[in-house]
């Protein structure tokens, strides 16, 4: 089998391609700080409650009854998401610096891989010289190669953790009945 000779401008060019490939798996850098709706639903979950609360004792009878046992279950959905917010946030500010720091370095790589094509460049004009900046590209697209495998680890490993943190998005208010929020 005959194999396609390729230039090292080639070569060159295709692994440029191939790390900025891999660099833009990482997206665009985002700080994240948790989630910004957590407080607001712990406020509300305690205005409720103190309204259900400061019900008057007047309200008697299933009115009074429905009014007071609704709004505990709204209290408790609320407390579900609360909670669930609170394992969740934690994990999505992980999530945003892994992505940051997988990112910065890919743009390691990239920026080592360029220096070392420009320091071999001068002598690819013999057949050593062209093995070293083979040897050279190689190594980088195996350590971009390393990057990415060790980031697609810890994704699996993040996803499942905000998995089962959110898993208290879905719960019922405790004392059955109500709605799920």
Known sequence: MILPVMSLQG????TASSLDGARALFGRPV???GL????GLQSLKT???ATVDTVPATWRGGGGEGYKTAGGHGVAALDNVVGADRGVGPQVVTVSTESRDGRSGMNNVVADTRAGVNAIAPSTDTPAGKTVLVDHLEGQLDRAKALLTKSE???ILLANMIRASGGGYGARPM???GMPM
């Open 175 to 177: 004392g059955g009945g």
């Open 11 to 14: 070569l060159v060019d295709a």
């Open 47 to 49: 205005d409720l409650g």
């Open 31 to 33: 700080a994240a700080s």
């Open 153 to 155: 680890q810890r994704n």
């Open 36 to 39: 910004p709706s957590t407080n």
